[in-house]
Structure formats: structure tokens, C-alpha cells
């Protein structure tokens, strides 16, 4: 039986991965040690997520481990020699690695470090996949040439149509501290590969999404508005006119990619990975859509000073790894993706309580909620 680790196995991507491959028959160990609730506080728990891997799957266990204690990770990679590891695990917002940027560090760069020189003292032959973010790009996106429609923004020239590519420089741009926290861990895992020829590969993923998603006011932003849309509370559109556009990639896609890559994989390979154009949608846009869903009127506020090096309009271009795999596609479209988490949302309603109506999250009462 193959085996595979899966870190930040409890949250949105770790957990469909952790499905994925035990529905194929493979033994899973997941690592995760629910950082997410220290992060983000009681919202961002995800002990729930881990209750429901253990009752649907056959072949998972679950391992209460700290990517950054190296020698936890050595300790376990050395036990266990995996077939293949998918590495989920991150701490996932622009705005919480201001307040706290050496555990922002810790997590996204050195964790990541630690896990590739495991995998390279144990299992260097094993397909190595880390889970990077479109951020390592910095605002270097907003350079291309933009129109401003009614609802949303889009690119001007023709030649950008498909989206950002991989060519996009990740230098010279304002990231964020969590943008360069994770390009630290994007280039050691594309260094490994080609320094130690080891099968690696990051995909640099836009907005990731799906209803196992334990969204957030600072992570999370279409789980988060389709929690508000249905459960009500304000939601706060940040900058930009609410006209910023990205494009949704459904968890279980994410996992599909990673999968093509793992039956055949590549050396340092980078790939851009998201819903693409078919896929994206503005703010305003999402609004409108689950009020139509939803029957009901969502009750929001406008602050006009966008986030540091945030996106204006960003779609993925997916022409790369499409010509890698072509057997992969995006298969659940944006209308199946915001259905989905309405039907997760009506029913679960009335589990969580919010003391007003302005909500705001446990870890920084004073960060506006919504952002994307």
C-alpha cells in the first residue's frame, strides 16, 4: 500500500487530499497540529474538519506534529519513508503576518524547509508537492495594463487575457511579509528539486477554495462571505471599489493537479494553479450572486484603502501546466463552488453566534473583516 503525508491535513486543501488519496486506497498520515485556532482563534479551529476525516476515511491517522520542530519532522519521515508528500500546511494571511512575521517565518519558510531536508535524508525519489500562493508574485500583477468596468476590473491588452503567468517576476514588488514567507519555501522547494534533483513541484495557488474551508475575517474570502451571505453580519469590501477580481479553484481540483503531477513528476517544476478566466469573479460580483442564491440582502460597508500589495485583478493563467498534464481540467465551476458552500452554510446555520452584527475575528478585533 502506498503512503503519503499530507501536512495541514485539518484544513481546506490538507483535508481533500486526505480524502482523495484514501479513496484510492493509499495509507494517509496527516500532520497538523490545529495552528490555525492559535492564528485566528475559536473561528479558525479545525477540530471539526479532523472528526469528520476520521469517520469517513479507511486508511488516514492523524499525527498532532509541528512542521517547524525539525526534529519531529525528521524523527517521523524516518519512521514512516513516504511514497509521496503533500505539503498543505501554512499560515495563510496578508494581514496576521504583520502582527506576528516570525511565526508567519517559522511556519511558511522554515517548516518548509524542514519537511524537503527530511524528505531528502529519507526519501529523496518521493514526489514532493508544496501548496505556494500566487502572493510570491507580489503586486507585480498590478503593473498589467487595466480597464475598469461596471463590476469589475480587467486586463486592457489582448495579450493578457489568460491571465498571469509564470513568468511573472516575484522580485522587486511588495509582497507582504506572508508573500515572501511563502516564496522563501516556493524557491527552496523549486531549489531542491534542481540542486538535489529531487521530484519537486509548487503550485502557486489563487483563491483555493471549498465548504471544509474554516474561513475567516482574515483568511478565507469566499468560505467568509458565504457564511455572512447566509448567516448574516456586515461584511467590509476593502478597496478597490469591491471591483477586484479573482478566480475560484475548488480544493478537490487542487488535489487533482497535485496528483498529475505525483504520476509524473518533474524537478523544480512551477505552476500557477486556479480557476482561470472561466472561473473568476469580482467582489461586487459575489455579492450580487449569493444574494440572487440566498433570497436574502447581505449588509455591507465600503473601505476605500485597499490592503499593502494586494491584487487589483489577478486570473490565473494555466496554459503551463496544462501543457504538462492536459489530462487535468477545472471541474467544478464557480456556480458549483458558491452552491456548494451555501448548502454548507443553511445547514450548519445557527451553530455559530456573533455578539453584533459587525463581526470581527477573535485574533485582532480591530482588522476589518472581509478581506480578500
Not at 476515511?57 to 509541528?66: P, Q
Not at 525539525?70 to 499560515?91: K, N, P, S, Y
Not at 511563502?182 to 523549486?190: E, P
Not at 498529475?260 to 480557476?275: D, V
Request: aromatic share 8%; net charge neutral.
Amino acid at each position: 500500500m502506498k503512503r503519503v503525508l499530507v501536512t495541514g491535513s485539518s484544513g481546506l486543501v490538507g483535508s481533500e487530499a486526505v480524502r482523495y488519496f484514501d479513496a484510492l486506497g493509499y495509507m494517509v498520515v496527516g500532520v497538523d497540529n490545529n495552528m490555525r485556532r492559535d492564528l485566528f482563534g475559536p473561528d479558525g479551529d479545525t477540530s471539526w474538519n479532523l472528526r469528520r476525516l476520521k469517520e469517513d476515511t479507511k486508511n488516514f491517522r492523524h499525527e498532532n506534529v509541528d512542521i517547524r520542530s525539525r526534529r519531529a519532522i525528521g524523527l517521523l519521515l524516518a519512521r514512516e519513508r513516504f511514497d509521496m508528500i503533500v505539503h498543505c500546511a501554512a499560515q495563510p494571511s496578508h494581514d496576521l503576518s504583520r502582527q506576528r512575521p516570525l511565526d508567519d517565518f517559522d511556519i511558511n519558510a522554515v517548516g518548509t524547509v524542514n519537511l524537503l531536508e527530511a524528505a531528502r535524508q529519507c526519501c529523496p525519489e518521493s514526489p514532493f508537492a508544496t501548496i505556494s500562493t500566487n502572493k510570491v508574485y507580489g503586486d507585480a500583477p498590478n503593473e498589467l495594463p487595466l480597464k475598469e468596468l461596471e463590476t469589475r476590473y480587467d486586463y486592457a491588452r489582448p495579450e493578457d487575457y489568460d491571465g498571469v503567468a509564470e513568468s511573472c517576476r516575484i522580485d522587486q514588488s511588495t509582497h507582504s511579509i506572508f508573500g515572501a514567507s511563502k516564496a522563501a519555501g516556493d524557491l527552496m522547494t523549486q531549489e531542491y528539486g534542481r540542486y538535489y534533483n529531487m521530484p519537486t513541484a509548487v503550485f502557486r495557488g489563487g483563491c483555493l477554495t471549498g465548504s471544509c474551508h474554516a474561513g475567516v475575517p482574515l483568511h478565507g474570502f469566499l468560505n467568509y462571505l458565504a457564511r455572512v451571505a447566509v448567516r448574516g453580519g456586515k461584511y467590509t469590501i476593502i478597496g478597490y471599489k469591491g471591483k477586484q477580481v479573482r478566480d475560484q479553484l475548488h480544493a478537490h481540483d487542487v488535489v487533482r493537479a497535485v496528483h498529475a503531477f505525483i504520476k509524473n513528476p518533474r524537478c523544480g517544476a512551477a505552476y500557477n494553479l486556479g480557476g482561470g478566466r472561466a472561473n473568476s469573479i469580482s467582489v461586487l460580483e459575489c455579492v450580487t450572486r449569493l444574494q440572487e442564491m440566498t433570497g436574502k440582502r447581505m449588509t455591507t460597508e465600503y473601505q476605500p484603502i485597499n490592503r499593502v500589495g494586494d491584487h487589483i485583478c489577478y486570473i490565473t493563467n494555466l496554459n503551463k501546466l496544462r501543457s504538462d498534464y492536459p489530462e487535468w481540467n477545472v471541474s467544478r465551476s464557480l456556480d458549483d463552488i458558491l452552491e456548494e458552500m451555501v448548502r454548507a452554510e443553511w445547514a450548519t446555520k445557527g451553530e455559530y453566534t456573533y455578539e453584533s452584527s459587525d463581526v470581527r475575528t477573535v485574533a485582532d478585533p480591530g482588522v476589518p473583516v472581509g478581506t480578500i
